[in-house]
């Protein structure tokens, strides 16, 4: 019995191999532009008349190769910043020298990433107030892959540029994600037992609040779902205007976490997601109403900024943003060939560096990329568009980087961390950096009060 079933499996696995050789021959032959060799040079020659070479990475340098996104983003209110990995050096560094530019040459006032909505606000405290520390800060984001030596430069940076201006032209730092309620039940606790508004059943659901939502029982559901009806009865009159907007959405972004928790299945998990990304778009909106429709930047990983579905199935925040906001939205995806990142292994719990091999399908978009005669470039579709070959390949499917807060090593050989897509329909732009390095981790833990 033992023999037939080694067997099987065998039969199987060779199966398996022709059948993933054919995928790849089908998937090459349906790419013409690519499978000739001539129309593969003409296509990186045309590229390459069309990028914006980048000369540095690092933050704190002149701005004169970034100059021609003036004309770009002259009137766009929201650029979002992505990144094909949660753990790379050179994308947070190079996210950072943007940010500069967009806030000294472009007048942008407000940063929003893909963290926490109420814990983001003691970051916000300290870059705009200097109230706190950067790793509390950091520690109440409630988002691990951002504790990193390069986040925390980027933070003091914003600090330090906003010392000394007045309140008006100093650049806000929000959050628009809705993971975790911990940050939000110390600020209602607070405020409630301040102001003596902190009744038996607002004190039961906040204490819910206050766990890890894996822990979560369906009677702490039920808690905390009666006292966000009960904290939209509090009043807030003691409170600015702005302080009690903020308050009251803190506790949308509470409902807007439990809904994901509900909504969590082991055989749909794509149904959560796709609700964290609606949720995610509807709370940067708000940011961008709060704000009065100052510019502001968001950066999130590719897979959130993008603005048409992918063949990762799930909605993204950026097809909300843009639906609403139309070309005032202007998204980058990042791109790279190879390199090494800081991701999650679930199974030995703790970061770790690992390498990432040039692209699997040598007819990848970051294959293509990587045959440019600039290693780090900027491409803006709507410019490059007017060449048939760049319109050709931008808007045909292929595949590109995709990697999250966790990696597989085993798995890094196949397609797993690619996504297919038009590049056209999913961004407005591409920074693309040939080769990259893992970001620092932050021991933030154990510098957090």
């Known amino acids: ?207 819910q609040m206050a766990k890890y939502g894996n822990t979560l029982t369906k009677d702490d559901k039920v808690q905390i779902r009666t006292a966000i009806t009960a904290l939209r009865q509090v009043t807030l009159t003691s409170l600015p205007d702005d302080s009690a907007q903020l308050f009251k959405h803190d506790i949308r972004a509470v409902e807007q976490y439990m809904d994901e928790m509900d909504a969590e299945s082991t055989f749909f998990p794509a149904k959560s997601i796709d609700l964290r990304d609606k949720y995610m778009a509807e709370n940067c909106a708000w940011i961008y109403n709060y704000i009065k429709g100052d510019k502001m930047v968001v950066w999130a990983h590719n897979q959130h900024i993008g603005e048409l579905k992918n063949s990762s199935g799930i909605t993204p925040m950026g097809s909300y943003l843009k639906a609403q906001f139309k070309d005032n939205y202007y998204a980058f995806g990042f791109g790279f060939n190879s390199g090494t990142i800081r991701a999650y292994n679930a199974e030995a719990k703790k970061y770790q560096i690992y390498d990432v091999p040039p692209p699997v399908l040598t007819n990848s978009a970051d294959a293509i990329f990587a045959q440019c005669n600039y290693p780090n470039f900027i491409l803006d579709f709507k410019s490059a568009s007017t060449d048939t070959a760049i319109n050709t390949f931008l808007n045909t499917e292929l595949r590109s980087h995709a990697i999250g807060a966790d990696f597989v090593s085993l798995l890094k050989n196949t397609t797993k961390y690619y996504v297919k897509q038009k590049l056209a329909d999913v961004y407005d732009g591409i920074i693309f950096l040939r080769e990259t390095t893992a970001a620092t981790p932050e021991k933030v833990v154990k510098k957090t009060p």
């Not at 000739?36 to 190769?65: E, F, R």
């Not at 963290?115 to 916000?124: I, K, P, R, V």
């Not at 606790?189 to 039961?204: G, H």
């Open 1 to 207: 019995m033992g023999n037939i079933v080694y067997k099987l499996i065998l039969m199987y696995h060779n199966l398996l191999k022709r059948f993933s050789k054919l995928i790849l021959i089908l998937f090459t032959l349906s790419f013409p532009f690519i499978s000739s060799a001539q129309n593969n040079q003409d296509l990186v020659k045309a590229l390459n008349s069309k990028l914006i070479p980048i000369k540095t990475l690092s933050p704190d340098s002149d701005y004169s190769d970034l100059q021609p996104l003036k004309a770009i983003l002259k009137d766009k209110g929201i650029v979002g910043l992505g990144e094909a990995t949660h753990g790379t050096h050179d994308f947070f560094v190079y996210k950072h020298r943007m940010l500069e530019f967009l806030v000294k040459e472009m007048g942008y006032k407000a940063f929003v990433i893909e963290a926490n909505f109420a814990g983001a606000q003691t970051m916000n405290d300290y870059v705009v107030y200097g109230k706190g520390n950067v790793y509390k800060g950091l520690w109440d984001m409630g988002i691990g892959v951002w504790m990193t030596q390069e986040f925390v430069d980027m933070a003091n940076w914003l600090k330090d540029y906003n010392t000394g201006k007045p309140l008006s032209e100093r650049v806000h730092f929000y959050g628009c994600d809705m993971q975790g309620n911990q940050a939000a039940s110390v600020i209602f606790r607070n405020y409630l037992t301040k102001t003596k508004q902190l009744t038996p059943v607002l004190d039961s659901g906040i204490t």
